[in-house]
Each structure stands twice: as C-alpha cells, then as structure tokens.
C-alpha cells in the first residue's frame, strides 16, 4: 500500500512504531535473525491452534428432560431432515448457541 493510501487504524503507540519501521524497510524477520527462535514459536503457536480447535470440537453429553409428547414429534421433524433425532437436537442447540436462530 502505498503512503498516499493510508488507513487510520487506531494503534497504541508501540503499533505506530512497528508499522513505521516495516514502512521504512526497518522491519527485520525473526526467520532471518534467530531462525531457531522463529521454528520454535512456529511450533508453539501452530499447537496452541491446534489444540484450541480440537476442544472447540470437543462433545459433551447432555442429559434433558423432555415432555414425553414432544419425542415422537421431534423424531418426526428429524427423519423428515434425514437425521438421527439426537443429531437434529445436538443441531438445534448448536444454532441457539452460536445465535443463529433466536428463541
């Protein structure tokens, strides 16, 4: 991006800095000056993701109290969606969660 097409972002005053030297080609890699350092952080980082992703896969049980009158219907809507009751309910509440439909 060239100087003449800026953004304001709003940066602290350490972020000025930074983006000041990368602008004035300042900006030394940690790859080049410590490539050890580099591998080592690329490496902790890249698990840190890793594990983050896995526990946000992770399933718990849930055990709910349902009016017995609802199951049959409930099994009727998710065979009629081509799912396992359980799945369809899992999906429900997945989309409540993350507000995707709104009660």
């Known amino acids: 991006m060239s100087k003449n ?9 350490e972020e000025k800095k930074i983006l000041e030297d990368i602008e004035n ?3 030394v890699s940690l790859a080049e000056t410590n490539p050890n350092k580099f591998k ?8 840190i993701a890793k ?7 992770k399933k718990k049980s849930l055990n709910l109290r349902v009016y017995e009158n609802d199951i ?3 099994r009727a809507i998710a065979m009629e969606k081509g799912l ?7 999906s429900i509440i997945h989309q409540i ?6 009660i």
């Open 72 to 74: 049959p219907r409930i």
């Open 84 to 90: 396992p009751y359980q799945t369809f309910l899992a």
């Open 40 to 47: 080592e952080d690329v490496k902790k980082y890249s698990d």
């Open 25 to 27: 080609n300042k900006y």
């Open 51 to 57: 594990n983050t992703i896995k526990s946000l896969n």
């Open 97 to 102: 969660a993350t507000k995707q439909i709104e």
């Open 5 to 13: 097409n800026k953004i304001d972002y709003n940066l602290d005053e």
